[in-house]
């Protein structure tokens, strides 16, 4: 098995949440799921505790267009790193992961069904 560095994954797991404007809800679920285990397991590998800096600020407007806004909180908290990054990132994965597989999650905004069906 290759080992990803910290910041690979970093780097990968911030491009994947940046992709919130140009995926369905499905498909962004699944990259952005599995960006976070890959540096979770990265961070836990080299023992690291928070992430550097990003380069610009989280797209949050486009993360709020898409999500409801608990997720779309938690994966700002995690592109902008810090020492709780682990902690949200660990949050996200449920309700990504029930997203990647409903194909029509009921969290995202612009995707949302126009009514409830018993």
Not at 24 to 41: G, K, Y
Not at 65 to 88: I, N, Q, R
Request: charged share 20%; net charge negative; proline share 8%.
């Amino acid at each position: 098995m290759t080992s990803v560095s910290l910041e690979t994954a970093t780097a990968d797991l911030r491009a994947a949440i940046e992709s919130a404007s140009e995926l369905e809800p499905a498909a962004f679920a699944r990259r952005t799921r599995n960006a976070i285990a890959q540096a979770v397991i990265a961070a836990a590998a080299g023992a690291a505790e928070t992430l550097a800096p990003p380069d610009r600020c989280a797209p949050v407007e486009e993360l709020l267009e898409l999500l409801d806004p608990e997720l779309a909180t938690l994966l700002a908290a995690v592109y902008d790193g810090g020492a709780a990054w682990k902690s949200h990132a660990i949050d996200a994965l449920e309700p990504l992961h029930a997203l990647a597989h409903s194909g029509r999650p009921s969290t995202a905004r612009r995707f949302a069904p126009s009514r409830v069906e018993p």
